[in-house]
């Protein structure tokens, strides 16, 4: 029953055909797109946890400044990434605020969590946006808004906000949606100039604990969703904010349970947000950049029939459905192997007896974990293995993968791509014992990624892609359920 990872695997048989298939894909819906689709979900929702999430301890470095005033500790400060941030006032502006515009604004938006929990809870909250037909405001991704431009994280300074263009692209961001004449006109604005079109007084405020006394304290995502959209529809109210101090509206009991996840995703799914969902031009070059670093068999692949046009380019930003520009990298497994200080949040997911997160419990995917009965010690010996895996479990899971899709489904795997925070000589020992199988014509991780100094502090989305386009990814069910677990510490007595 315990299998020693999930493993979340890509639609068979498609590999050529779609690395060949680009700019003019159609826009039916196609099973395999959709397939992909929401395999690119399931990583994204996977990969919740490769930056903490938590909040952390965070010092402000101009308090910490004031305090030690040895501002040359640090050689060289994180970018701010300005270009970004006057692009996208730049772009809202060209947008205007046509006849008839309406606009929804969350600030209530999470801040100071890891960028995979922001990103879920930023695209649930264009959702609702395009579910209302409302212009969605999105905002800065936010460590810390205390107006400090870095912040302290594990003794090092991050950016405290990184403008989103730095990391999506797509109608989250305002990229016009192709794939819905009736969706809102514009798709999205940036936050400063929904303050310039709306003035304070003119905002409509709406409070989620409103929505809350009528939905009760355990609505499903897609009720929740549903009852936005009927609040909305009977408001004329052109600005429409929820205000910073509200109640989250997707907290964090509802995107880990999968009780009440699940129902959200046939809507969600095939709306443009997802459809027409792309990562920055920054991610996309620093994925172009590592792709002969991290799949080299595909670079020297001399017999097959991929050409360097068939793969999209950052240069191209035509239209184009995430599925046909995310196209499946033959050959490549991805494995995810987060380690750091998740030991023991592995133990502490075994003793509240908590399951997969969210999307990642979608019946749809192979390697199901099923809760067991067992007292507490030995529920943290079962989960363990699901958790938090040695290296021997490792090597072994990629065995399996390297043996089904070889034997079981004539697709050889070659390139070999671990995502982890692991500490340098404990990912060099794992890189070393998946050699020696003699299996892989290359071992890479996270570590080995080259990026520029702007991409650093976004290299957990190049990651992502790289996972998305892998032809396996096997990533862990159980460590996404982080965050479920500090909203189940609140809720056990
Ligand atoms: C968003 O981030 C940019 C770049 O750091 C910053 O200039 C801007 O003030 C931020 N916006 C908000 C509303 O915090
Ligand atoms: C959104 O627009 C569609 C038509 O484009 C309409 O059918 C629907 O009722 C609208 N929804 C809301 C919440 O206004």
């Known amino acids: 029953m315990f299998r020693s990872l999930m493993w979340v695997q890509g639609p068979s048989g498609h590999d050529e055909e779609s690395l060949l298939r680009t700019r003019n894909a159609p826009l039916t819906k196609h099973a395999d ?10 990583i994204v929702l996977t990969l919740l946890s490769s930056v903490t999430i938590l909040p952390i301890i965070e010092t402000s470095l101009q308090s910490l400044w004031a305090k030690t005033s040895t501002p040359s500790t640090f050689s060289q400060m994180p970018p701010l990434y300005g270009a970004y941030h006057d692009h996208e006032l730049e772009v809202s502006r060209q947008n205007g605020d046509p006849q008839g515009a309406k606009y929804l604004y969350f600030a209530n938006h999470a801040r100071g969590f890891g960028w995979g929990y922001n990103m879920q809870e930023l695209l649930l909250h264009a959702y609702v946006a395009y579910r209302t037909n409302r212009t969605f405001v999105w905002y800065n991704y936010t460590w810390n808004d205390d107006g400090s431009k870095w912040t302290l994280y594990n003794n090092q300074p991050i950016p405290s906000r990184i403008p989103l263009s730095a990391i999506l692209d797509g109608p989250a961001v305002g990229a016009s949606v192709f794939t819905d004449a009736g969706a809102a006109q514009p798709v ?30 355990e609505p499903t995502a897609d009720t929740i969703v549903n009852e936005w959209v009927k609040v909305l529809s009977g408001a004329n109210d052109k600005c429409v904010e929820v205000p910073r101090d509200a109640l989250p509206v997707f907290d964090i009991r509802t995107t880990f349970s999968p009780a009440r996840l699940l129902d959200v995703w046939p809507g969600y799914s095939t709306s443009p947000l997802l459809r027409e969902f792309r990562w920055s031009p920054l991610v996309e070059l620093a994925f172009e950049t590592n792709l002969a670093l991290v799949a080299p068999s595909l670079a020297s692949a001399s017999t097959s029939n991929h050409t360097p046009q068939s793969l999209p380019t950052p240069a191209d930003s035509s239209p184009m459905l995430s599925a046909s520009r995310y196209t499946q990298i033959p050959g490549l497994l991805v494995l995810h192997a987060r380690r750091g200080d998740f030991q023991k949040h592995c133990e502490n997911l075994a003793r509240l007896s908590l399951g997969f997160n969210g999307f990642n419990s979608l019946p749809e995917l192979p390697d199901r974990f099923e809760i067991t009965e067992a007292d507490e010690a030995e529920r943290v010996k079962r989960y363990r293995p699901r958790c938090f895996q040695n290296i021997a479990e490792i090597v072994a899971r990629a065995e399996r993968a390297h043996v089904e899709e070889t034997y079981g489904r004539g697709r050889a795997l070659r390139d070999l791509h671990v995502m982890t925070n692991g500490p340098t000589p404990w990912v060099e020992e794992l890189k070393g014992a998946l050699r020696e199988t003699g299996h892989w014509s290359s071992v890479t991780s996270s570590r080995d990624l080259v990026v520029n100094v702007e991409q650093r502090y976004v290299k957990q989305a190049v990651d992502m892609l790289i996972g998305q386009r892998a032809q396996v990814f096997v990533g862990n069910g159980v460590r996404v359920i982080r965050l479920a677990l500090s909203a189940a510490c609140h809720t056990v007595d």
């Open 33 to 42: 797109q959709m397939a992909r689709l929401q395999r690119f979900m399931i």
């Open 188 to 217: 999205g604005i940036v936050e400063e100039h929904f303050y310039n079109i709306c003035p304070e007084s003119t905002r409509k405020k709406i409070l989620n604990e409103d929505m809350i006394a009528t939905l009760g304290r």
